[in-house]
């Protein structure tokens, strides 16, 4: 299938997912959801079997986003540990996470099996462990409040299995999940469509409007009107500044190698080192290999372009490790959104009485979207949820005040790059297929030279905020390093929070090949 989000794909875009058409017209619907990833159709599903009408907007197809892009773990061992989250907001929110989680591997085994997805859905041992050279009180911290939040079949061992050489100590995780994700999206999308449900693709969304109804509108130039709007776009697109502050954006690597069939059991694996690395095997290449799939070396987006410096590193560290073999067959990248006190968000947007958003999955993607799924139905139906405290989309952590100053320090000091000089000073520096920033008088101009040697040039000011944004070599897009959208090669907006493209510039043409 292609993918929205980025040059490089990933293993689980070898299958194809429904095709829709996009949408022709102006509608009427109960509750409007943008997005068709994990959140977009999960929350979409659960809302049709309580009997509301939904219509789903992508401008990609299914799953074209950050959910192909994901390892896709299943898994309750919370990725911001739950000792940081007890420590953060108490044990009653860290006992709903664990809850919120756990129910959420359920749910997805409930829907796959119920509906008959075929999506290599399969129960696993999960294993966290602490390397010699981490810090080694931090799994008896982690194993006390996992037992405090809930998951008291959690239990420390010596070593897990599957490694060629002892990884340390680590916790065990049991009932742990994984599916190939966009086979399981592409039978979801059946099931919505099969339910009532409508799905558009190719339906670029520009605003939303809060409101009796909610209107959502689309560069096309259709309406959308509903009681209820769903923002799951992996970061709102409707939210300017309020929930862009609690967040920040990163890229993640992966990278799929060659392992002997049955020489590495199925299950997961997750060090404590920071950046961390993730671990499984995904399923069976032929009939005598299985496929290992190994995560990490994350760094903010738009605020380096070294990836293959990082997937040699993860290569390497694989290597290490695990009986793998040769190069890797599948290298990616994806984008995660960090929330600054560990949760993600998902409820009504802060200051809407009938837009909802979910944002802020961190390192487990797959079963926050399905925890937005049940929880959002909850909430647009009027019910009572207890998951809805801890992912408070207008929450204040008081204890993540130094993070909050961090993150936003780092982020003013982008706006230096406004001052500073272009990335070449020439664009005939520029080769085929590549892009660069460089200045132009007052101005910073993207420009990116085509395989035919065609050079296109856009404001380099992202239009979310002005940020510069920077050239993404592996996945040839414009990344913007202030709040991580991200623009393709033609400037066209393929990740929020900006809505709408880079607008088109021009290089004067006695200055394209001379220095400017």
């Not at 509903?226 to 992996?234: G, I, Y």
């Not at 080192?273 to 095997?281: F, Q, S």
């Not at 190069?327 to 990248?333: C, I, M, T």
């Amino acid at each position: 299938m292609p993918s929205d989000s980025g040059a490089t794909r990933s293993f689980w875009m070898e299958v194809s997912v429904p095709d829709f058409s996009p949408l022709a017209a102006n509608s009427t619907t109960d509750v409007c959801i943008i997005g068709a990833g994990i959140a977009g159709l999960s929350t979409a599903y659960q809302l049709l079997l309580e009997g509301r009408k939904v219509l789903v907007l992508d401008d990609g197809p299914v799953g074209s986003g950050e959910t192909g892009r994901t390892t896709s773990h299943l898994s309750n061992a919370f990725d911001d540990r739950y000792h940081r989250i007890e420590s953060q907001h108490g044990e009653e929110v860290s006992f709903l996470v664990a809850h919120s989680h756990t129910a959420a591997i359920d749910r997805i085994e409930t829907i796959a099996r119920g509906e008959g997805i075929e999506c290599d859905f399969r129960r696993v041992d999960g294993y966290l462990f602490s390397p010699p050279d981490a810090p080694q009180d931090e799994l008896e911290k982690e194993l006390n409040a996992a037992r405090r939040a809930g998951l008291t079949g959690v239990t420390r061992i010596d070593a897990p299995p599957g490694s060629t050489q002892p990884l340390g100590p680590a916790l065990l995780f049991p009932r742990q999940g994984q599916i190939h994700p966009l086979a399981y999206l592409g039978g979801l999308a059946q099931r919505i469509v099969a339910l009532g449900g409508r799905i558009h693709c190719g339906t670029h969304v520009v605003e939303v409007e809060d409101g009796h109804p909610t209107r959502v509108k689309t560069q096309e130039g259709q309406v959308v009107s509903a009681a209820a709007t769903v923002v799951a776009t992996n970061t709102p697109i409707n939210n300017r500044f309020v929930i862009h502050t609690k967040q920040a954006a990163y890229r993640t690597f992966v990278v799929a190698l060659r392992v002997k069939k049955d020489s590495v059991p199925w299950a997961q694996w997750w060090d404590t080192l920071d950046p961390y690395h993730y671990v499984r095997i995904a399923g069976r290449l032929d009939d005598m290999h299985d496929l290992l799939i190994v995560g990490g070396e994350d760094h903010k987006t738009g605020q380096k372009d070294d990836a293959e410096t990082r997937f040699e590193r993860l290569a390497a560290w694989a290597h290490a490790r695990f009986p793998a073999l040769g190069q890797p067959l599948y290298r990616w990248s994806g984008q995660v959104m960090e929330p600054i006190d560990g949760l993600a968000f998902i409820g009504r947007n802060p200051g809407d009485d009938h837009v909802f958003i979910v944002t802020g999955d961190s390192g487990n993607g797959m079963t926050h979207g399905t925890i937005a799924g049940m929880l959002l139905t909850d909430l647009i139906l009027d019910r009572e949820n207890p998951w809805a405290k801890a992912y408070h989309p207008s929450r204040k952590s008081l204890k993540a005040a130094g993070e909050f100053a961090k993150e936003n320090a780092n982020v003013a000091a982008r706006y230096k790059d406004w001052l500073t000089t272009g990335d070449v000073s020439n664009i005939r520096e520029i080769a085929p297929g590549d892009g660069a920033v460089v200045r132009h008088h007052l101005h910073k101009i993207a420009v990116y030279r085509d395989p035919h040697g065609v050079a296109h040039a856009f404001d380099a000011a992202c239009p979310h905020l002005g940020c510069i944004v920077e050239w993404n070599s592996i996945e040839k897009s414009w990344d913007c390093p202030c709040h991580g959208s991200r623009f393709d090669m033609q400037g066209r907006v393929i990740n929020g929070p900006a809505a709408i493209g880079l607008s088109a510039a021009e290089l004067p043409a006695e200055k394209a090949d001379h220095r400017s």
